[in-house]
C-alpha cells in the first residue's frame, strides 16, 4: 500500500475497526473521531476531533499548515 498524508477517521461508535488499524500503520497522521475506542487503539499518537462545529475543519487546517519535518517527527 502506497503512503498517504493523513487518514480520517469518523466512526462514533465503539468498536476497533480494520480500516483504523490499517491507516495506523500506514500513514503519518491520522485524524479520529474522539470517542474511547479510538483512543484505546491509538492512544497519543494521533489527533483528535469532535462534533463541535469547526473541529475537524480547524484540524485539518492546522495539519495542512504543518512542515515536513513535523510530519515526520509526528
Do not use: C, P
Not at 15 to 34: H, K, R, V
Amino acid at each position: 500500500m502506497e503512503k498517504t498524508f493523513a487518514y480520517i477517521h469518523g466512526h462514533s461508535f465503539d468498536g476497533t475497526n480494520q480500516s483504523l488499524l490499517e491507516a495506523l500503520s500506514y500513514t503519518e497522521i491520522n485524524l479520529l473521531f474522539d470517542v474511547s475506542s479510538n483512543k484505546e487503539v491509538a492512544e497519543d499518537s494521533t489527533l483528535y476531533w469532535t462534533k463541535q462545529k469547526s473541529s475537524l475543519s480547524n484540524l485539518i487546517n492546522r495539519v495542512d499548515n504543518f512542515s515536513a519535518l513535523k510530519i515526520i517527527a509526528f
